[in-house]
């Protein structure tokens, strides 16, 4: 499946757990779970929304490391999730 129908699906909670849980980072799957929270959204919102601001937000420079990452990475969709979703919790209040 597509990065893009992955997230497009993440209104469905276990879609985005799956997702998440798949990159093996189960402190960012906390970490997630309680800004979610703290934002009174949903977990899938929430990640929604982090790999919406990563595409829109994230410099120059951090696109340049991602397509490092992605080269060579074995699931370059996984590699892309799992920085816009550490790129959102950083940039979290």
Do not use: K
């Not at 919406?52 to 490092?68: F, I, K, Q, T």
């Amino acid at each position: 499946m597509l990065l893009g129908d992955i997230v497009a699906q993440f209104s469905n909670g276990g879609v985005t757990e799956e997702a998440v849980l798949g990159l093996s980072d189960f402190a960012l799957l906390a970490e997630l779970r309680a800004q979610a929270e703290a934002s009174g959204s949903d977990l899938g919102t929430y990640a929604a929304a982090a790999v919406n601001r990563y595409a829109s937000e994230a410099p120059d420079e951090e696109w340049v490391s991602l397509m490092g990452a992605m080269n060579r990475a074995q699931d370059p969709g996984s590699a892309y999730l799992e920085r816009a979703l550490a790129f959102a919790l950083r940039r979290s209040p």
